[in-house]
């Protein structure tokens, strides 16, 4: 189990996956493994989520308007996922691990520790996301695909099943990341159509 000092650095990292890729993005009209979402809908629901975990953890509690998607388009798309990161970054890296926090888009009071947990878990699959899109291969460091299959499983087995990923699809037991993406609602063997 990684320190929350550990989940801090690949949290970084997963960051700055996802800033490279977004540097690449210069057509947000391609679609991505997110049904119905193209780039566009993609970051800016990345960048949003950024802003709302940030503000949670920065106040202890944030509207769920604070998580809205934000319009983004080729020319700024890059500027505003770094922007929304780095305060996503200062946030968690300024907070108490056990201090609790309100995530009001989720109706639950979780650690900060929890919180980053879930950011960690949401950076890293859709940087995948991003990078499948974009015809590139993606796959985050082994502890980062350790702590996201774990929490895979449980969003899977949550009873009635969860809003916020796809159905789960079932683990193959031969790549951890793909067994990941499968709980989450991904097939990583199907391409995306363009």
Excluded: K
Aim: hydrophobic share 50%.
């Amino acid at each position: 189990m990684l320190t929350f000092t550990e989940m801090l650095a690949e949290y970084d990292r997963a960051l700055d996956d996802a800033t490279a890729l977004a540097a690449e993005a210069s057509d947000l009209t391609v679609p991505t493994p997110c049904a119905e979402w193209d780039l566009a809908a993609l970051f800016g629901h990345m960048v949003g989520q950024n802003l709302g975990f940030a503000a949670a953890v920065t106040d202890g509690d944030a509207p769920v308007a604070a998580y809205a998607s934000v319009p983004v388009n080729a020319h700024d798309v890059a500027r505003r996922w770094e922007d929304s990161a780095a305060r996503a970054r200062e946030a968690f890296g300024a907070a108490d691990p056990e201090a609790t926090i309100h995530l009001a888009e989720f109706g639950f009071r979780p650690t900060v520790a929890v919180a980053l947990s879930m950011q960690l878990l949401d950076a890293a699959v859709h940087a995948w996301d991003v990078a499948t899109a974009l015809r590139r291969n993606y796959q985050p460091s082994e502890a980062t695909v350790s702590l996201v299959l774990g929490l895979a499983r449980q969003i899977a087995g949550t009873p009635g099943g969860t809003p916020v990923f796809g159905a789960p699809l079932e683990e193959r037991g031969d790549d951890p990341w793909g067994d990941a993406l499968r709980l989450l609602g991904r097939d990583p063997e199907r391409q995306v159509a363009v």
